[in-house]
């Protein structure tokens, strides 16, 4: 989820909230007010009757003005002070019945005490509790309608040098001698930002061409005195002054040697797929280099009393052909140097895979190790073990998906594309 859609959803969760207290509030308070409005007027309506009793030594005759309501009946006992009530349907106006706010108080006239009643109807106030609830909560709506809007493309656009530099981000490659850009931001936290990455993939840039200029002098400095090694065990090996045990040891160490050199040239070759020395990709028949790749081990075959199969159809793979034919060479190797006198080698591929299965050891080998380097088998280790992780590396950056799978007694090795 996106961070601006993720604010999004909090904002309008709180103004919703907001929206609906709001409503509430305003509504209390518009009554409120008018309610006290109503009451004020009832009390001037009091102090006039008072006025008017004290001048005239008389009741004031019931009537009905200004949508006030005043009635008097004699009682025995006064009310001790003036009280306010509300009525439902007692207040009658224009002839409907209306529920209003009453005002009773006492007075005396001569030996007589009187309740005067002060009835206003609720029917006015009700109306602009109505508009003026309406009025507020439109506004209200309206306001969150624009802090939407100005959420959706005025927040969304302050993001876009984000969004740039993670763009940027995306096309940077490490074996790329162009330094990464990053669009300038009048903004500070991005451009502080964009000033830390690009001094973070400058350092990465340094860092990985010297690792790159070190791995490439030390393999070619390894090779030299290997190979220096070699030659004088193999004019050693050719002597004859030698006992069985003394050719025995030598032989050993030749083979170390020869181990070493390989261990060496793999390594590279490792470190030169994880660098992404290889980016150059297209468009490659898999059948017809499958058919060439055999018709090569087809005689090694043949001397190790090997069987195969093959079976093709017309696919298309987009990857780099030098990592290709690496990747071949080594699940060949692989199928050939594991497997027995009299076993079986079995390639098919089909539109989105290729499939290489080969007899071997009876037993499976460990389906979530195979493919890491140095993983050797119980059965063979005589190897360094980092043929699989080649095939790995390149199915990686080749965006292929590995698979090893044991079954009736064979070894299958599937890759997978889109």
């Known amino acids: 989820m996106k961070l601006i859609v993720h604010y999004n959803r909090h904002n309008?969760?709180?103004l919703t909230l907001l929206f609906i207290l709001f409503g509430i509030?305003?509504?209390k308070l518009t009554k409120n007010v008018l309610l006290n409005e109503l009451d004020e007027s009832l009390e001037d309506a009091m102090d006039r009757v008072n006025g008017y009793v004290q001048t005239y030594h008389a009741l004031p005759a019931p009537t009905?003005?200004?949508?006030?309501?005043?009635?008097?009946?004699?009682?025995?006992?006064?009310?001790?002070?003036?009280y306010l009530t509300y009525v439902n349907g007692d207040i009658t106006v224009k002839g409907k019945k209306h529920i209003g706010r009453t005002l009773t108080f006492s007075v005396s006239l001569g030996r007589q005490y009187y309740n005067i009643i002060i009835s206003r109807p609720l029917e006015g106030i009700k109306h602009i509790t109505k508009a003026v609830m309406l009025i507020t909560m439109t506004m209200?709506?309206?306001?969150?309608?624009?802090?939407?809007l100005v959420?959706?493309?005025?927040?969304?656009?302050?993001?876009?040098p984000f969004y740039g530099t993670l763009n940027s981000l995306k096309n940077f490659r490490l074996n790329n001698t162009d330094a990464v850009e990053f669009k300038k931001s009048n903004i500070e936290e991005f451009s502080i930002m964009n000033e830390h990455l690009q001094l973070?993939?400058?350092?990465?840039?340094?860092?990985?061409h010297l690792l790159k200029e070190f791995t490439e002098n030390a393999s070619h400095e390894f090779q030299t005195p290997l190979a220096i090694i070699r030659s004088k065990l193999d004019v050693l090996i050719q002597q004859d002054n030698f006992t069985e045990e003394q050719t025995a040891v030598l032989a050993e160490a030749y083979s170390a040697v020869t181990r070493l050199s390989g261990l060496s040239q793999s390594l590279?070759?490792?470190?030169?797929?994880?660098?992404?020395?290889?980016?150059?990709?297209?468009?490659?028949?898999?059948?017809?280099v499958l058919q060439q790749k055999v018709s090569q081990f087809e005689e090694i075959w043949k001397d190790s009393d090997i069987s195969y199969s093959l079976q093709v159809y017309p696919s298309f793979v987009k990857m780099n052909a030098d990592l290709l034919d690496i990747l071949l060479n080594n699940l060949f190797s692989?199928?050939?140097?594991?497997n027995r006198p009299g076993g079986v080698i079995h390639i098919s591929l089909d539109n989105t895979s290729v499939h290489i299965a080969n007899t071997g050891a009876y037993e499976a080998l460990d389906g979530e190790k195979v493919f890491f380097r140095f993983y050797k088998s119980a059965v063979n280790n005589a190897y360094n073990g980092l043929g699989l992780s080649i095939v790995r590396q390149i199915c990686i950056v080749s965006h292929l998906s590995p698979a090893y799978e044991y079954k009736n007694g064979l070894h299958y090795f599937s890759f997978h594309w889109q």
Not at 151 to 160: D, G
Not at 334 to 338: P, V
């Open 64 to 82: 009905t003005y200004d949508n006030l309501l005043i009635s008097t009946e004699p009682v025995s006992h006064p009310v001790d002070k003036p």
């Open 268 to 288: 590279l070759l490792l470190t030169k797929i994880e660098n992404n020395q290889f980016s150059d990709q297209r468009e490659i028949p898999l059948h017809d």
């Open 151 to 160: 959420n959706r493309f005025v927040v969304s656009r302050l993001w876009r």
């Open 140 to 148: 209200i709506l309206l306001l969150i309608v624009v802090l939407a």
């Open 334 to 338: 692989n199928a050939t140097r594991h």
């Open 25 to 27: 509030a305003s509504y």
């Open 12 to 14: 309008f969760f709180i």
């Open 200 to 208: 973070v993939t400058s350092n990465a840039t340094k860092e990985y």
